[in-house]
């Protein structure tokens, strides 16, 4: 749990940020403004540089719901490609420089369902050193994170 304080110290302050519950190494929050609630977690892997993190979010006054977000421990390549691979699942994202997100809504979904049944996930790539790279995630309490997230928003 303190990593997760320590992730949202390192956020931009949010007045009216409300915790809805850690679940193993993930947690669910929601910020007023602007509203969203959202399921956040760390890699395995402890990073002291950068402050790499998963997310799922829901913003409810852009109709968005499940849109997942990743920030990278390192910056990738300006050519390479970002993989997220849960089980024997893959999904292409889209990337900036430390960031990637989910090509589009249908993608989200199976990412999101795919989390739902698995154990780890890992996020790969090439650094802009040319070194490969993967963080990984642990799943357990992402479902459970993910709901209270979506509750978070729906009870408002």
Same mark, same amino acid.
Request: no cysteine; aromatic share 8%; net charge neutral.
């Given at each position: 749990m303190m990593w997760l304080i320590a992730l949202l110290a %390192?956020? #931009? #302050?949010?007045? =009216?940020?409300? $915790? %809805?519950?850690?679940?193993?190494?993930?947690?669910?929050?929601r910020d007023a403004s602007p509203r969203r609630c959202y399921a956040i977690a760390r890699p395995v892997e402890k990073h002291e540089q950068s402050q790499p993190f998963a997310s799922?979010? &829901?913003? #409810? *006054?852009? *109709?968005?719901r499940n849109q997942l977000h990743i920030? %990278? &421990? /390192?910056t990738r390549g300006a050519n390479a490609r970002v993989?997220? $691979?849960? *089980?024997?699942? /893959?999904?292409?994202?889209?990337? =900036?420089?430390?960031d990637a997100w989910? #090509?589009?809504?249908r993608t989200d979904a199976a990412v999101v369902s795919a989390i739902r049944e698995g154990r &780890?996930? $890992?996020?790969?790539?090439? $650094?802009?050193?040319g070194s490969p790279f993967a963080d990984t995630?642990? %799943?357990?309490?992402a479902a459970t994170a993910i709901d209270a997230a979506a509750l978070g928003c729906v009870r408002r």
């Open positions: %390192l956020a #931009p #302050p949010q007045q =009216g940020r409300v $915790s %809805l519950g850690v679940f193993d190494s993930w947690g669910a929050f799922i979010a &829901s913003w #409810p *006054g852009q *109709g968005l920030r %990278l &421990s /390192r993989t997220l $691979s849960i *089980g024997e699942r /893959r999904f292409e994202l889209v990337a =900036g420089e430390a989910a #090509p589009d809504a &780890s996930m $890992s996020v790969e790539t090439v $650094s802009a050193a995630y642990a %799943l357990k309490g």
